[in-house]
């Protein structure tokens, strides 16, 4: 017992000695990202008790944060120890940045000063950017992107938003709206365009001025991205032309009259020049550009944009999404022969001095649904062909955007499918990913119905897993799954060494959907929801529907197909996902992430209550899914004359899986509102606002899966 009580007082004074070290940070002054970074690193020591003193003198430990770009590259960092000295090093400011934030997450997960050693990271993809619209001129007019406004005009969201991206290793935002030029700018020659008075104008400017004064704090590079061709309804007004041209349309008639193309590059040139701390541009064609064919289109963009950034007087980058239109029309096909156009267009546009390349050349990856298979099935059109990176090109990368409609409300993350991204799309001529939604806005949270304390302000950090591991492994794909752990192990003690794993298991759920489930468009699918574009309506996927509907990764197999194998005898390879292959994995993962936190107890932690609820809503809608496609499978085996009892069969499976929704239910009633979502109605610009989603509310389209087993007939009686 005496022998305890001595080590407890010996272990005591040695802690009481190493709290009270004192630290002199050595940093440039003059750097507004060293000062950054250091202000980052400040409360991890504080709050590890060390004294941080002014001047360096009689100091426990130095820190030296510094440049070092003939050693070490760009966006790299080394942090080195020498006896009590610790040696920050960046290959220029932005690896100093991720350095001394590395360096501050070592102190936040328990480590001293003391045990810190030898560590050294570099970017594995120059662009890390995040796709975000905003709710003003947006993309689809919806109450669910109108409700954004107030927030997405708050300076804090802005830097919240901010440091979690280069907390995460993101280096690029990008914003775009449909005409972004009057929300920054009064067009010198075309004041008539602006619908604001001098006063509002001022707050516009101050907004804008903001994001990016802390962008490049923070070593963010910025770009603006609108879709074209549109004007302000002022403009249209005061010149009678393009009336089509304005908020909310977007699939219109390009008006190309010389009017428009002036006023489009004067607005470029002028924003360029009021805001020197905008890195660059991106350039859309597609919307707003109908009756013109691909040739017109690019033509138009290097008249405009490409002019305006000449005139700007300052180098600027360029983001040039590839078209998805070899026609005419707003929405087209890919082709080789729109291919081999745009990358002439591209090429052209990396020889002009005053463009600071490579450009970024971007496609949307699986159309709008990134997050299925990691394999690159199609882009927004259709196939992808080779001529991008077949010869390698110069002076230009390939970027996908890694687009999310499918879950808005839920928790998602899943580490390995995400290297598994990075791990198909890093061959040469791959510049980095875009991450982020069209048809949702991470600002306002309106999810949350329980009253009390919780650990976010905004949506976005509901989602904090999903940007850590985009951001965090576009950075480095080999950051271990540790690192992700111990956030939850921080935010929520012991018991958050298991959520990990258990979010892994049950939001992949998310994956198996959107692979099993061909889809194209932002509303084509909605995975959390379990819901799809069914005409001109989103609706809950019926049996019948997922029945016939294709799949979207090559290697799964449709219930329709898996069907019709069986009654041939035709036999599938090891690799292939049947659909009994995929009950099973869903069946698998589902169980087991439920099983992992069975006893774990939030008890008055609304934020662990929030995590373990969306574990067991994304592992009980893989359930349902399994009992679904079990019931889909007798279903189209009793009308194939494979058996009678299969109709018995299917009924049985149905009404199992309405109960796993029912469980959805009764876990997400109380915690969450009706959400608005910003679902297709028929029409390109009417408003559609009668658009609340509940996993409730849509319990009767469930259920009538029973009826439609239940009234089955044989397709040849």
Known sequence: ???????ILVAFLFVSEALSQSVYILLDQSSIEANYAVEKLKPELVSQKYELISQPKNYDYLINLGIASSQIGPESFEIKTEGNKISVLGGDARGLIYGTLSLAESLRNGASLGEIGFKSEKPHFPLRAIKHNTSWYSYRPSSALDLHTETLKDVKYWEAFLDMMVENRFNSLSIWNLHPFVFMIKPKNFPEASPFNDKEMEEWKKLHKSIFRMAKERAIE??????????SHEFANAHNIALENVYPHYYVTGDTSELVKRYTRESVTQLLQEYPELTGFGLTLGEGMAGMNPQQREDWMFETYIEGMRLAGRPSKLVHRIPFSST???????????????????????????????????????????????????????????????????????????????????????????????????????????????????????????????DWDFAFQRQWLFYKLWGRLLYNPDTPD???????????????????????????????IGSLYDSRWDFTLYGEGLMALVGDTTKYISADILINQPTLDPDYVSVKDYIS?????????????????????????????LDLIKNIEPKQNNALMYELADIKIWANLGLHLAEKLKGSISLESYREGLGNNHKAEAVSSFTNALQYWDE????????????????????????????????ALIR?????????????TLLKP
């Not at 910025?222 to 004007?231: A, D, H, R």
């Not at 267009?345 to 949307?364: H, N, Q, S, T, Y």
């Not at 005898?569 to 659909?579: C, R, S």
């Open 1 to 7: 017992m005496k022998t305890s009580l001595v080590t």
């Open 222 to 231: 910025t770009y603006i991205i609108p879709f074209n061709i549109f004007v």
């Open 328 to 454: 005419t029309e707003s929405l087209g096909a890919t082709s080789v022969e729109l291919e081999q156009l745009t990358r002439k267009a591209i090429e052209r546009e990396a020889k002009l001095d005053f463009i600071d390349g490579p450009i970024w050349a971007d496609l949307k990856y699986n159309w709008s649904h990134a997050h299925s298979t990691p394999k690159l099935v199609k882009v927004h059109g259709g196939e992808m062909f080779d001529t991008f990176y077949n010869p390698l090109p110069e002076g230009f990368k390939i970027t996908y955007t890694a687009r999310n409609e499918d879950f808005f409300a839920l928790r998602w993350g899943v580490p390995q499918f995400v290297r598994d991204h990075i791990a198909e799309n890093s061959q040469p001529y791959v510049g980095g990913y875009f991450v982020g939604s069209e048809s949702y806005i991470p600002a306002k949270d309106y999810f949350t119905a329980v009253e009390g304390p919780v």
């Open 482 to 512: 540790e690192v992700f752990a111990a956030t939850y192990v921080k935010k929520f003690g012991a018991d958050g060494s298991k959520l990990l794993e258990a979010m892994s298991l049950a939001s992949s759920t998310q994956l198996k």
């Open 565 to 593: 194998a069986v009654k041939t005898g035709k036999k599938f390879e090891p690799a292939i996902i049947t659909p009994l292959i995929l009950i099973s994995l869903l069946e698998k993962d589902c169980q087991m992430a």
């Open 664 to 695: 959805i239910i009764a876990i997400s009633r109380p915690i969450y509102k009706d959400m608005p979502l910003t679902h297709y109605n028929g029409s390109s610009h009417d408003r559609n606002d009668d658009n609340l989603f509940h996993w």
């Open 700 to 712: 009767d389209e469930v259920a009538h899966d029973i009826e439609i087993a239940r009234s089955a």
